[in-house]
Every structure is written in structure tokens, then in C-alpha cells.
């Protein structure tokens, strides 16, 4: 746990030089709550493709590999 949390340290000291206009951040709880939302304004943020294809491979990678932290393991 130590080092996760000094990598979330030193990520969000870096955030901080990063312009507000160019920075999304998204939570991990959120994502699983609801992936198709988070993903799609991760693309626009992006300006990524969020078209029915890039939708598909993306939902279904998100429904594959999120799992809450009590079904990780």
C-alpha cells in the first residue's frame, strides 16, 4: 500500500502542472458505476471516437476487466 499511495503522490503533484483545460480525471468507482458514461467523456475529452465500433470494443473490454476492489482477487 505504501507504494500505491506515493504513486498517487507524485501523479497528482504532476496533475498540478497541467493546465485545468487539459486535464480529466476519472474515478475508479465512477467507471464502474457507470463505464459507458465515463468512457464516453473520456473519448470526448480526448477527442477519440465514440462511435458504435470504438463504443463496442470499449464497453465490452470495460464489462471483461472492471471488477469491484471485493472481486479483484
Known amino acids: 500500500p505504501h507504494q ?3 504513486a498517487h503522490r507524485v501523479a497528482l503533484a504532476d496533475l498540478e502542472r497541467i493546465p ?3 486535464q480529466h480525471v476519472i ?3 465512477r467507471l464502474l458505476e457507470e463505464p459507458e458514461r ?3 467523456e473520456l473519448c470526448g475529452a480526448c477527442s ?3 462511435d458504435g465500433a470504438a463504443r463496442a470494443r470499449l464497453l465490452d473490454a470495460a464489462h471483461r476487466e472492471l471488477r469491484p476492489a471485493d472481486r479483484r482477487w
Do not use: D, K, T
Open 4 to 6: 500505491w499511495v506515493q
Open 20 to 22: 485545468a483545460g487539459r
Open 27 to 29: 474515478r475508479y468507482e
Open 38 to 40: 465515463e468512457l464516453a
Open 48 to 50: 477519440l471516437r465514440w
